[in-house]
């Protein structure tokens, strides 16, 4: 049955690229733009514009462009950026560690923050911690993160100057040996702890931010998980067996409580990425959020493309991974 | 948000519908409306923070509508020479931009381009979806599977790549957003009216219409589609925020409005240059954003907890 689940998501994501890809590649091929021509610069002559046409197959008709294009996804070559002029799937091997960097991060941060928090609001119903958990969950939601972000840059960077604004590593700091190209894994793998510590200083205000959002809905998810089930029988049973409100709360109660909040992890992922977009941006940090958006300025057709579709493959793979985790966690579930 | 789901269910805001197919007499009206009444008191009184999201959303629709005619200054006029990068002051409450222009007259004209955006895409979402989800959840048979997993398709992505995606695609401005956004909403009102429609065909009243006759468009557009109404109502509320967030999300990084607009997330696009030397240019629009987002979440909470206790939160 797990592998039939499997493998019938594994197919749903083939028809999801197939269906992505055709949106994309439609979209931004009916519409005025000409690649070529900005890719030349202004001052070019028709003719080198020509040139550029002719060399990337922009003459071609759209069927036979289309078809290329996806035979090229399919070997991973997503073609080159017009901006930076390297093959698409260079940049991306280039800039996806710092990505995954700051969301594992931040998806680490709203989880072990999350989690307690909405604990403890539903334990401590209505008391300090409780009004604590619900500002955050409230606020999380309603703050835009790229204005978080800039105002978290604006008041440790600009007026108390604790923290730096931006970037994984400042101009003329080598990064640690390679081993993960995660730079705070790899600082502390080769022992390199003064390259740590300033990673890690340039890491807090961009994971902190992103991390907020998706906060609030764990945090609020928990809570509400935690409310439900404290009323039910089996925690009353347990309290009269005389087991002490820790254990009832911790071994009884958390447990169940927390399977909504799993199932929400997609919806987290997708906060996550969409929240990279914006926070990547703010801070200078070079992932594959700001490659993105800049890409976009500069109308980067491909460079765009490939981003969008690695996303959607990610976003559909972990929520494929929750739905596994799911079964083993709840024997009760079914996928029929 | 501070919903007991141990409270017995409860509905303070129900609309008078009747739900039983039978039509409503002058008593049943009389009688609805006291308890709508007495229902209003205890969403808006009895709890300080809708009554808070109501003020708010109040607030942001009259300046929608108004906002430009009442603004001190032109949002649009340049005083490069006497008024940049101003700080608050009496004339400019918000202080000026790099351009002299006051921050606060283009917050209250940037108001109505949220408004408008949330109204197009969320309007053209809940009748496309309506639509869609209706269908597929009357018709059933292939027709469901069909449109549904074409919804599915939509559904894989998250909401806000693909709409950098599409925009990104068709080009940088407004109207493109506006499509992009409006291809991203439309699926979850699907999914929902369809779950609804299943289960509302399935009820009494809807075998008692057959009963008598009724079928087809009639029977789903009179008895079932109406009673789907609270559930629609419910996620629209949640989602104008949701919207209003997106649009100025994608302005931000450079899709949707462009300058000279005064939308907010172009604005703070703008200001974030700035930010070293004019904190207010960058604050106060996003106060404006926070604050309204808020209202309308807190708002489309409420509704929640009034008009569906048992459902479950998102």
């Not at chain 2, 079932?224 to 629609?232: F, G, Y």
């Not at chain 2, 960058?282 to 604050?291: N, Q, R, Y």
């Not at chain 2, 309308?296 to 008009?307: K, P």
């Given at each position: 049955?797990?592998?039939?689940?499997?493998?019938?998501?594994?197919?749903?994501?083939?028809?999801?690229?197939?269906?992505?890809?055709?949106?994309?590649?439609?979209?931004?091929?009916?519409?005025?733009?000409?690649?070529?021509?900005?890719?030349?610069?202004?001052?070019?002559?028709?003719?080198?514009?020509?040139?550029?046409?002719?060399?990337?197959?922009?003459?071609?008709?759209?069927?036979?462009?289309?078809?290329?294009?996806?035979?090229?996804?399919?070997?991973?070559?997503?073609?080159?950026?017009?901006?930076?002029?390297?093959?698409?799937?260079?940049?991306?091997?280039?800039?996806?560690?710092?990505?995954?960097?700051?969301?594992?991060?931040a998806f680490l941060l709203s989880t072990l923050v999350g989690v307690p928090l909405g604990v403890l609001s539903a334990?401590?119903?209505?008391?300090?911690p409780?009004?604590l958990a619900?500002?955050v969950s409230?606020?999380g939601l309603?703050?835009?993160?790229?204005?978080?972000?800039?105002?978290?840059?604006?008041?440790?960077?600009?007026?108390?100057?604790?923290?730096?604004?931006?970037?994984?590593?400042?101009?003329?700091?080598?990064?640690?040996?390679?081993?993960?190209?995660?730079?705070?894994?790899?600082?502390?793998?080769?022992?390199?702890?003064?390259?740590?510590?300033?990673?890690?200083?340039?890491?807090?205000?961009?994971?902190v931010?992103?991390a907020y959002g998706s906060l609030a809905v764990i945090t609020r998810m928990v809570r509400g998980g935690m409310?439900?089930?404290?009323?039910?029988?089996?925690?009353?049973?347990?309290?009269?067996?005389?087991?002490?409100?820790?254990?009832?709360?911790?071994?009884?109660?958390l447990?169940?409580a927390l399977?909504?909040t799993v199932?929400s992890l997609?919806l987290q992922?997708?906060l996550l990425?969409?929240?990279?977009?914006?926070?990547?941006?703010?801070?200078?940090?070079?992932?594959?959020?700001?490659?993105?958006?800049?890409?976009?300025?500069?109308?980067?057709?491909?460079?765009?493309?490939?981003?969008?579709?690695?996303?959607?493959?990610?976003?559909?793979?972990?929520?494929?991974?929750?739905?596994?985790?799911?079964?083993?966690?709840?024997?009760?579930?079914?996928?029929? | 948000?501070?919903?007991?789901?141990?409270?017995?269910?409860?509905?303070?805001?129900?609309?008078?519908?009747?739900?039983?197919?039978?039509?409503?007499?002058?008593?049943?009206?009389?009688?609805?409306?006291?308890?709508?009444?007495?229902?209003?008191?205890?969403?808006?009184?009895?709890?300080?923070?809708?009554?808070?999201?109501?003020?708010?959303?109040?607030?942001?629709?009259?300046?929608?509508?108004?906002?430009?005619?009442?603004?001190?200054?032109?949002?649009?006029?340049?005083?490069?020479?006497?008024?940049?990068?101003?700080?608050?002051?009496?004339?400019?409450?918000?202080?000026?931009?790099?351009?002299?222009?006051?921050?606060?007259?283009?917050?209250?004209?940037?108001?109505?381009?949220?408004?408008?955006?949330?109204?197009?895409?969320?309007?053209?979402?809940?009748?496309?979806?309506?639509?869609?989800?209706?269908?597929?959840?009357?018709?059933?048979?292939?027709?469901?599977?069909?449109?549904?997993?074409?919804?599915?398709?939509?559904?894989?992505?998250?909401?806000?790549?693909?709409?950098?995606?599409?925009?990104?695609?068709?080009?940088?401005?407004?109207?493109?957003?506006?499509?992009?956004?409006?291809?991203?909403?439309?699926?979850?009102?699907?999914?929902?009216?369809?779950?609804?429609?299943?289960?509302?065909?399935?009820?009494?009243?809807?075998?008692?219409?057959?009963?008598?006759?009724?079928?087809?468009?009639?029977?789903?557009?009179?008895?079932?589609?109406?009673?789907?109404?609270?559930?629609?109502?419910?996620?629209?509320?949640?989602?104008?925020?949701?919207?209003?967030?997106?649009?100025?999300?994608?302005?931000?990084?450079?899709?949707?409005?462009?300058?000279?607009?005064?939308?907010?997330?172009?604005?703070?696009?703008?200001?974030?240059?700035?930010?070293?030397?004019?904190?207010?240019?960058?604050?106060?629009?996003?106060?404006?954003?926070?604050?309204?987002?808020?209202?309308?979440?807190?708002?489309?909470?409420?509704?929640?907890?009034?008009?569906?206790?048992?459902?479950?939160?998102?």
């Amino acid at each position: 049955m797990l592998l039939r689940l499997v493998v019938r998501r594994l197919l749903f994501l083939v028809v999801v690229l197939f269906g992505l890809s055709i949106i994309t590649f439609g979209l931004s091929h009916v519409v005025p733009g000409d690649p070529a021509r900005l890719m030349a610069g202004p001052r070019a002559s028709s003719s080198a514009v020509d040139k550029i046409r002719e060399r990337y197959g922009l003459n071609d008709p759209l069927p036979v462009q289309y078809v290329a294009y996806v035979q090229g996804v399919v070997r991973l070559d997503f073609g080159d950026s017009f901006t930076s002029r390297r093959p698409v799937r260079d940049d991306l091997a280039r800039y996806l560690p710092a990505t995954i960097e700051l969301a594992l991060a931040a998806f680490l941060l709203s989880t072990l923050v999350g989690v307690p928090l909405g604990v403890l609001s539903a334990v401590k119903r209505d008391r300090w911690p409780d009004h604590l958990a619900r500002f955050v969950s409230i606020s999380g939601l309603a703050l835009p993160v790229f204005w978080l972000a800039l105002m978290a840059q604006f008041v440790f960077f600009g007026r108390l100057g604790w923290l730096p604004d931006g970037e994984r590593l400042p101009v003329g700091t080598d990064p640690p040996r390679a081993i993960t190209s995660l730079y705070t894994l790899d600082a502390a793998l080769t022992g390199n702890w003064a390259v740590l510590g300033t990673a890690l200083s340039h890491l807090l205000l961009p994971v902190v931010v992103l991390a907020y959002g998706s906060l609030a809905v764990i945090t609020r998810m928990v809570r509400g998980g935690m409310l439900e089930v404290l009323g039910q029988d089996y925690v009353r049973t347990a309290r009269a067996k005389g087991i002490a409100q820790r254990g009832v709360v911790v071994r009884h109660a958390l447990k169940n409580a927390l399977l909504p909040t799993v199932t929400s992890l997609g919806l987290q992922v997708g906060l996550l990425l969409s929240g990279t977009f914006l926070v990547e941006i703010v801070f200078s940090w070079p992932g594959i959020g700001r490659y993105a958006v800049e890409a976009i300025q500069r109308l980067d057709y491909n460079a765009t493309m490939a981003t969008t579709l690695l996303i959607a493959v990610v976003f559909v793979l972990v929520n494929l991974l929750v739905d596994v985790l799911y079964l083993f966690l709840d024997p009760r579930i079914s996928y029929s | 948000m501070s919903t007991d789901p141990t409270a017995p269910a409860r509905s303070p805001l129900a609309l008078p519908v009747a739900d039983n197919g039978r039509r409503l007499r002058g008593t049943d009206i009389r009688r609805e409306r006291s308890q709508l009444r007495r229902n209003l008191k205890r969403f808006l009184v009895d709890n300080r923070l809708n009554l808070l999201g109501v003020v708010i959303v109040v607030g942001f629709v009259l300046l929608s509508l108004f906002g430009e005619s009442i603004a001190l200054h032109d949002p649009y006029a340049q005083n490069i020479t006497g008024a940049k990068l101003l700080p608050p002051s009496f004339d400019h409450p918000m202080g000026t931009d790099e351009l002299g222009r006051d921050v606060l007259s283009r917050i209250m004209t940037g108001s109505r381009i949220s408004l408008q955006v949330a109204a197009v895409v969320l309007g053209f979402a809940v009748v496309v979806g309506t639509l869609v989800g209706a269908v597929a959840g009357y018709v059933g048979g292939v027709v469901d599977e069909v449109l549904m997993r074409v919804t599915d398709l939509f559904l894989a992505f998250p909401a806000l790549i693909l709409a950098i995606a599409i925009a990104a695609s068709l080009g940088r401005d407004l109207r493109n957003t506006m499509i992009a956004l409006s291809t991203v909403f439309w699926p979850w009102y699907a999914r929902l009216v369809r779950a609804q429609v299943l289960s509302i065909r399935e009820r009494d009243f809807v075998a008692a219409a057959q009963s008598i006759g009724l079928s087809g468009p009639r029977l789903l557009v009179r008895h079932v589609l109406p009673n789907a109404l609270s559930v629609v109502i419910i996620q629209l509320t949640l989602d104008v925020g949701f919207a209003i967030l997106s649009t100025s999300s994608l302005s931000f990084i450079g899709l949707g409005a462009q300058p000279p607009s005064p939308e907010w997330g172009t604005m703070m696009s703008t200001a974030r240059n700035y930010f070293r030397d004019a904190w207010w240019y960058i604050t106060f629009p996003g106060v404006a954003l926070t604050l309204t987002v808020f209202a309308f979440n807190v708002l489309g909470d409420g509704l929640q907890d009034a008009l569906d206790p048992r459902s479950g939160r998102r």
